[in-house]
C-alpha cells in the first residue's frame, strides 16, 4: 500500500496488483489496504496471472466494484478457461485477458465466445507493432477495449510499445502498461521523461533512441 501511494503520488492513474499467489483473503486485505490508501482518481488492475479457480475468482472479486478495480487480468485456471463468460456475469470487475490471447485464432475464440471486455495486448509477444493494431482493429470489432502493455523487454521494444499505443484509437484504448524499465538495472538508453504518469514521446522520426549504451 505504500507503494501504491507512492506511485499515485507521482502522478501514475493506474495501479496494478499481482493476485492469486496467496490465500483469497490474504489477497483481499491487500487490494482493501491500496484501496484506501490511493485518492479518488486512481485505477487498480488486478493480475492473477491464470491462477485462481471459478469459485476462488468469485470470491476474490464478488463484492468489489468497477469503481475500485478496473479489470481482473487472466483471473482463472486453464481448465476453467470456458467459464470466463460465466465469470463475468457473476462479478461487477472488467476481465482482461493477456497471455490466453497472443496468437490470433485464441483471441477470436475468446472475442466470439464473449470472455473479455478488455485484451492486454504485448507487441512484442503477439508478433510485433502491426499485428499489435491488428488485434487492437479485432477487439474494436467486438466491442472490447485494449491495453498495450510490456513484458521484460528493452527500451526499444516498450519505446516501440509506445508508439503503437499512441497510433491506436483511444475510443477502445485503456491506458497502457509500460513502466517495466523500473525492473532493470541497466537497460540500451533511459526511459523517456515521465510528467503526471504519462510518458512523453519525442517527436522526431523514429522510436526515440538516438544512442544505445555499451554500443
Keep these: 500500500s505504500q507503494q501504491a501511494k507512492e ?35 486512481v485505477m487498480l488492475r488486478l493480475d492473477a496471472n491464470r491462477s ?31 467459464r470466463l463468460g460465466e465469470l463475468r456475469k ?9 497471455e490466453s490471447v497472443v496468437d490470433e485464432e485464441a483471441l477470436l475464440q475468446a472475442l466470439t465466445q464473449k470472455w473479455c471486455d478488455v485484451v492486454v495486448i504485448k507487441p512484442m509477444m503477439c508478433g510485433g507493432p502491426l499485428q499489435a493494431l491488428r488485434y487492437a482493429d ?12 510490456s513484458s521484460l523487454e528493452s527500451i526499444v521494444g516498450r519505446l516501440g510499445t509506445m508508439h503503437v499505443a499512441a497510433a491506436t484509437s483511444k475510443a477502445n484504448c485503456r491506458a497502457s ?32 533512441v538516438s544512442k544505445v549504451e555499451g554500443l
Design 7 to 41: 506511485s499515485s503520488g507521482n502522478g501514475f492513474k493506474v495501479l496494478k496488483l499481482k493476485v492469486g499467489a496467496v490465500s483469497v483473503e490474504e489477497d483481499k486485505e491487500k487490494i482493501q489496504a491500496i484501496l484506501d490508501s490511493i485518492p479518488e482518481g
Design 138 to 149: 479485432l477487439a474494436a470489432e467486438y466491442g472490447v477495449d485494449c491495453a498495450f502493455t
Design 177 to 208: 502498461g509500460l513502466n517495466t524499465g523500473i525492473l532493470f538495472e541497466k537497460d540500451l538508453a533511459p526511459d523517456p521523461k515521465i510528467n503526471e504518469g504519462l510518458f512523453l514521446l519525442p517527436s522526431q522520426a523514429g522510436i526515440g
Design 52 to 82: 485462481l479457480t471459478f469459485d476462488a475468482a468469485v470470491q476474490l472479486l464478488g463484492d468489489l466494484t468497477s469503481e475500485q478495480v478496473e479489470f481482473i487480468e487472466e483471473p482463472l485456471l486453464p481448465e476453467f478457461q470456458s
Design 90 to 98: 457473476q462479478i461487477q470487475v472488467s476481465v482482461a485477458l493477456d
